[in-house]
C-alpha cells in the first residue's frame, strides 16, 4: 500500500538552527497517526513542508502518491487542513470566513456552497453561532472553526496541527470523537500535539519528534507493547520476596532497602501478592506501573514536555 | 456534537479513499465550474473582504467627503476673496463641475496614495500576519492566482476610490453651485454630456497612477508580515517621490518617478485633448506595473510562509 504521507530525509534549516533533521516519516493510508513531540520539536515546520507552505532545504515529501510541493495544485484538494491553529478574519462571521476559503476553492462548486459551508458548521457544532464574528469566538470555537474549514469538501485526508491547544476538557474530548468518527469513515488523518494524552486513545499510528528528529514511529499498540508493565513491592522481607519473583518467572528482581522491583511480564498482580502472603512475605505496598505511552514518550523526548528547545 | 447531515457526506466515498497504485496518482477532482468563473469567484470575495471591512468602508467617507468641504469651503467664503487664475479651485464658484476636478489634483497627493498604501499593506502582509495566508495556499490556490487576484482587486478598489473621490465632487459640487458646460483650458467650451465623458477618462488616468503604485505596494507587501510597515513604507515612497518631483535641481530624476506626470491629468481639460504628457505618464505607469509585479512575484512564488 503507498502511504498517505511519506518524507525522506526531510530536512529545513532556519540559518544555522536546524528545525527539522532528515526525518523519514511514514503515514499509512487509512491510518490516524498521532505526531507527537514538545513544543518546538520540528512538528509544525514539518507539516508546512508536507502542505507546501515551507520549502525543505533537503529532502523529499510524497502526499497521496504524488510529489510536493510540485504536484500540490492536484494533491491539496483531497487535502484538508488546520495548519498552527486557526486563522480567520476577525471582523468576518464564521460561516462569511468559510465562504471565503470555499470560494477560494477552485473545485469546490458554488451553487452547493452554503449547504456544505452549514454541514461543515453543524458537523463542528457551531451551527448556532455561524453568524456571530470569529473577534467574539472562545478559543475553543475558533479550533472547531478551523477543523471546519478542513471539512468543507470530502477529504482523503486531514491534516490537524494541535487541534486541541487550548481546549477544554469537554472541547478535547469533542475533537477527539470527531477524528476518532472521521477515522472510521476512512480519512487518513496526521493530528499533531504536544500533549500525548489528548489524542493516544484515537491514534493508531504514532510519531514521536524530539529537537528536530524523529525518535519513534509505527503502530501504537506495537510501541506500547515495548515497554513492559512492572511492579515495586514495599516488605521488610526483601530477600524472601525477591526469592518468590524469581521462581514466579518475573525478570528484572532488583532489591533496594525495603522495596523489590522487577518486570510482571505475564503474571497476573493478584497471583503474585496470594503467592506471596502464602509463602510468608509481608505485604505493605505493591505498585503496579502499567505500560503508559506518557512514560514511553517522557523516556523518548528525554527532558519532558516544554523542553526541547 | 451533532450528528453529520445525511445529505452531506463529510468523507469521501470508500472507492476514492483507496488508494493509487505505485506510480499511478488518484485522479484530481475535477473543477465544478469553469476556470473564469472560479476565478470571478475568488475576486469577489476579494473586493467583499475589502470593502466589508469598516477601516475601508471610514476611509471611502474620507476620500468622499474631500470634495464636499471643498465645495462647502468656496461656497461660504466671501466672494471678493475668490482669487482669479487658472486652478480649478477657483473655477468652482462658477460651475459645481470643477469641485470633481480640484478634489481629485487635491487628492492625488496624500490621500490616494495613503488609500492604496492601506490596501496593499492588507493585501498579503496583513493575511500573512493574522495567519490567513496560509489558509488560502493550503485549499490550494495556486500563488500566481493569488498574487493576481490580490492585484486586481487592489486595481478595482483604487478605480472605486477615484470614483467616489469624482462622484462626491459632481454631487457636492451641482449642489451648491449647478453644473454647468465647462470652459477649456484652450478657451472652447464642452456641452455637460461631453464634460462627464472627460471626468471619467482622468477618473481612469489616476486610476492607471494608482494601479502603478498599487504594484509597488503589492511587492512591498510580500517583503514583510507587517501591514503597518507596508502601508508606512508605500505611504514614504509616495510621498518622497512628490517631494521630490518639486526639487528643479532634480530634473534629471524627475522622468523616473512615477509621480512626475500626474497632475498631467488637467491635460484632459484642452480642447483638443493634449495627450503627450498624460502618454508619457501611462508608459511610466506601465513600466512600474511591470517591474513591480515580476518583483513581488519572484519575491512570492518561492517564499516560505511560517506567520
Redesign the interface.
Known amino acids: 500500500m503507498t502511504p498517505a504521507l511519506a518524507t525522506a530525509g526531510l530536512t529545513k534549516r532556519f540559518g544555522s538552527q536546524t528545525a527539522v533533521d532528515g526525518i523519514d516519516l511514514e503515514v499509512p493510508s487509512g491510518a490516524v497517526y498521532g505526531f507527537l513531540g514538545p513544543n518546538g520539536s520540528g512538528k509544525t515546520t514539518t507539516i508546512r513542508m508536507a502542505l507546501g507552505l515551507v520549502r525543505p532545504t533537503a529532502g523529499t515529501v510524497t502526499l497521496l502518491g504524488r510529489p510536493m510541493p510540485g504536484d500540490l495544485r492536484e494533491v491539496l484538494p483531497r487535502v484538508g487542513a488546520l495548519v498552527e491553529g486557526p486563522a480567520f478574519h476577525p471582523y468576518l462571521s464564521g460561516r462569511a470566513n468559510l465562504a471565503r476559503l470555499d470560494a477560494a476553492d477552485r473545485y469546490a462548486d458554488p451553487r452547493t456552497a452554503r449547504r456544505r459551508i452549514d454541514g461543515a458548521l453543524d458537523r463542528v457544532g457551531l451551527l448556532h453561532a455561524a453568524t456571530k464574528r470569529y473577534r467574539a469566538y472562545s478559543l475553543g470555537m475558533r479550533q472547531r472553526l478551523g477543523i471546519a474549514a478542513a471539512l468543507l469538501v470530502p477529504r482523503e485526508m486531514l491534516v490537524l496541527d494541535e487541534p486541541t491547544n487550548g481546549l477544554d476538557p469537554q472541547g478535547t474530548r469533542e475533537v477527539r470523537q470527531l477524528i476518532a468518527s472521521l477515522g472510521t469513515e476512512g480519512v487518513t488523518i496526521v493530528v499533531s500535539s504536544h500533549l500525548l494524552s489528548e489524542v493516544e486513545q484515537v491514534c493508531t499510528h504514532l510519531g514521536v519528534m524530539r529537537t528536530g528528529r524523529l525518535v519513534a514511529q509505527g503502530r501504537a499498540d506495537e510501541l506500547r507493547a515495548s515497554r513492559q508493565t512492572s511492579v515495586r513491592l514495599a516488605t521488610p522481607d526483601v530477600t524472601a520476596a525477591a526469592a518468590v519473583m524469581e521462581r514466579l518467572g518475573l525478570t528484572g528482581v532488583t532489591s533496594a532497602g525495603e522495596s523489590v522491583t522487577a518486570v510482571l511480564g505475564d503474571v497476573a498482580s493478584e497471583h503474585l501478592v496470594a503467592t506471596l502472603v502464602g509463602a510468608g512475605v509481608a505485604v505493605r505496598e505493591l505498585v503496579v506501573n502499567r505500560a503508559r505511552l506518557e512514560d514511553l514518550f517522557i523516556e523518548l523526548t528525554g527532558e519532558g514536555f516544554d523542553a526541547g528547545r | 456534537?451533532?450528528a453529520?447531515?445525511p445529505?452531506?457526506?463529510?468523507?469521501?466515498?470508500?472507492d476514492?479513499?483507496?488508494?493509487?497504485?505505485?506510480g499511478?496518482?488518484?485522479a484530481?477532482?475535477?473543477?465544478?465550474?469553469s476556470?473564469t468563473?472560479?476565478?470571478l469567484?475568488?475576486l469577489?470575495?476579494e473586493m467583499?473582504?475589502m470593502l466589508?471591512?469598516?477601516r475601508n468602508q471610514a476611509g471611502l467617507g474620507v476620500l468622499a467627503a474631500i470634495p464636499v468641504v471643498m465645495a462647502i469651503a468656496v461656497k461660504i467664503a466671501n466672494p471678493s476673496d475668490q482669487h482669479q487664475g487658472e486652478s480649478f479651485l477657483s473655477s468652482i464658484i462658477g460651475n459645481g463641475y470643477f469641485v470633481a476636478l480640484a478634489a481629485l489634483v487635491v487628492e492625488i497627493g496624500l490621500f490616494l496614495p495613503l488609500a492604496v498604501a492601506m490596501l496593499s499593506g492588507d493585501a498579503l502582509a496583513g493575511e500573512a500576519q493574522?495567519?490567513?495566508l496560509?489558509?488560502?495556499?493550503?485549499?490550494?490556490?495556486?500563488r500566481a492566482?493569488l498574487l493576481v487576484t490580490k492585484y486586481v482587486a487592489l486595481v478595482l478598489g483604487s478605480f472605486l476610490g477615484v470614483l467616489v473621490v469624482a462622484v462626491a465632487g459632481l454631487v457636492a459640487g451641482g449642489v451648491l453651485f449647478g453644473l454647468h458646460p465647462v470652459a477649456t483650458l484652450s478657451g472652447t467650451t464642452l456641452a455637460l454630456p461631453v464634460a462627464l465623458w472627460r471626468l471619467l477618462l482622468v477618473v481612469l488616468y489616476v486610476t492607471a497612477f494608482l494601479a502603478a503604485l498599487s504594484a509597488l505596494g503589492l511587492f512591498v507587501s510580500t517583503l514583510t508580515e507587517q501591514p503597518l510597515g507596508a502601508t508606512v513604507a508605500v505611504a514614504i515612497i509616495s510621498t518622497t517621490m512628490w517631494i521630490l518631483d518639486t526639487i528643479p535641481q532634480l530634473a534629471w530624476l524627475h522622468p523616473w518617478l512615477l509621480v512626475d506626470k500626474q497632475v498631467a491629468l488637467a491635460d484632459m481639460l484642452r480642447d483638443p485633448v493634449y495627450w503627450p504628457s498624460m502618454r508619457l505618464g501611462l508608459l511610466t505607469d506601465l513600466a512600474y506595473v511591470v517591474v513591480f509585479l515580476l518583483a513581488a512575484w519572484a519575491r512570492f512564488a518561492?517564499k516560505?510562509?511560517?506567520g
Open positions: 456534537m451533532p453529520a447531515d445529505a452531506f457526506p463529510t468523507t469521501a466515498v470508500p476514492e479513499v483507496a488508494p493509487a497504485a505505485p499511478v496518482a488518484a484530481a477532482p475535477t473543477p465544478a465550474t476556470g468563473a472560479a476565478w469567484r475568488l469577489r470575495s467583499r473582504l466589508s471591512r469598516r493574522i495567519g490567513t496560509r489558509g488560502l495556499l493550503v485549499v490550494p490556490v495556486a492566482r518561492d516560505d510562509v511560517s
